[in-house]
């Protein structure tokens, strides 16, 4: 047998992020097959001499454990062509022949499963400091362990029947179509991600046939009137309710925006009259003119600030971006447990919440004139992000009008 392994990043597939995938070159009668691991790592993280993580890598939670079924994939290369040469079969086998034999074994003894792979897409999630796209990974990959009862699973046993089954699991126990839709949408996700490493054919693709539920989410806009109630509502200065109704107009006056993104402004973000920020759920780069009502609640906050710091009290650890993102999610928790006491204290029929200012900003902007194209009235959008990319798509003064329009 003439049978050379090594493993390595594969620097010809980079992803978006930068790092490459972590394989296994297989050199068998000079022919060569890369075996996929399902795991993508960054140059610093990889030590070439060892064949394996640095010890001091972050990039999993445990790098001798990690290395040691790098070392057992290796092994079951081996072991694969050893069975393949001592039954004959590797006799007219090509090398992709040989590549499926081994990452078929490679399954059926565990190495590369839906719960590991899951893991490893949360863990690279956490290390570029996208934590709330790890959560939404952790919550999909608890789902399916509670479905299968803590029992892991391979990608090939994935079936219409599996998704129906899911499906049907969660219906039972009361969870809502949309809870579930999200668990699934990013199963899907992960799922494309293990065909695109190599590690389970498409030909099988269980989302061919299966549809994933979904229900249109009711409208949460609220009218004009209300808004002007909110205005008029004077809780006392300085205490949960006073801040959470200054967040809720803030992001109304603000074109919606989102309460992650607000918690990240800083008062160098505020340039000329306008707010220049990233978006953190798309990435995409806006810029929003500031309204004079804006601008009242940015005074209320920036007194007594240097530039670097953030306008709203909301995020304490600005250099721990696990702790920031927990701080802001809690901060959101109490936001819209402050906002359906302002609700009540107003007897609104609507319970107020983080989606209502947005809701109501874009529904406002159509009942005063702008077109169905840039703003939707209806949820049943397929995701935030479509109206944001509509907003952006006109210059700048034409939603400028409509927001002075909007807010008079």
Do not use: C
């Not at 959470?244 to 918690?263: E, P, Q, V």
């Not at 798309?282 to 007194?303: M, N, R, V």
Request: charged content about 25%; proline content about 2%.
């Amino acid at each position: 047998m003439s049978l050379t392994t090594k493993v390595l990043l594969n620097k010809v597939r980079q992803k978006q992020d930068g790092s490459y995938p972590l394989v296994i070159r297989v050199t068998y009668n000079r022919k060569i097959a890369y075996i996929p691991l399902g795991y993508t790592f960054q140059e610093k993280d990889f030590d070439q001499k060892n064949q394996g993580l640095k010890t001091a890598s972050k990039a999993v939670d445990n790098v001798t454990r990690f290395n040691n079924q790098v070392k057992d994939a290796v092994k079951n290369v081996y072991t694969v062509i050893s069975k393949l040469e001592e039954d004959g079969s590797v006799r007219g086998m090509t090398m992709t022949d040989i590549k499926k034999a081994i990452l078929n074994e490679g399954e059926e003894n565990g190495d590369v499963t839906v719960f590991q792979f899951m893991e490893t897409i949360i863990d690279n999630l956490k290390a570029v400091g996208k934590f709330g796209n790890a959560r939404i990974y952790k919550d999909s990959l608890n789902a399916w362990k509670n479905f299968r009862n803590g029992k892991d699973l391979l990608f090939q046993q994935i079936t219409y029947k599996t998704l129906k089954d899911f499906e049907r699991f969660f219906l039972k126990r009361g969870s809502k179509e949309n809870t579930i839709s999200v668990y699934l949408r990013t199963f899907r996700s992960a799922y494309n991600q293990a065909v695109n490493e190599g590690l389970v054919s498409k030909d099988n693709y269980p989302f061919d046939k299966y549809k994933i539920p979904s229900n249109k989410t009711r409208k949460r806009a609220v009218t004009l009137d209300v808004i002007s109630m909110i205005e008029a509502y004077e809780p006392e200065p300085h205490t949960r309710l006073w801040n959470s109704k200054n967040y809720f107009l803030f992001s109304f006056y603000t074109r919606g925006m989102n309460f992650i993104d607000m918690a990240s402004i800083k008062l160098e973000n505020i340039v000329n009259g306008r707010i220049f920020y990233t978006r953190q759920k798309t990435g995409g780069e806006f810029t929003i003119q500031i309204h004079p009502k804006a601008q009242a609640i940015i005074d209320l906050y920036s007194e007594g600030k240097k530039r670097s710091d953030y306008l709203f009290p909301i995020v304490k650890t600005p250099n721990n971006p696990s702790q920031t993102f927990t701080e802001i999610k809690n901060g959101l928790n109490y936001f819209n447990k402050a906002l359906k006491t302002i609700s009540k204290h107003l007897e609104l029929d609507v319970k107020l919440s983080t989606y209502v200012a947005r809701h109501t900003y874009a529904t406002g902007l159509k009942m005063h004139g702008m077109s169905t194209e840039v703003i939707k009235e209806s949820l049943g959008h397929t995701n935030v992000a479509i109206t944001e990319d509509y907003l952006k798509s006109f210059e700048n003064s034409v939603v400028d009008d409509a927001d002075n329009a909007l807010f008079g």
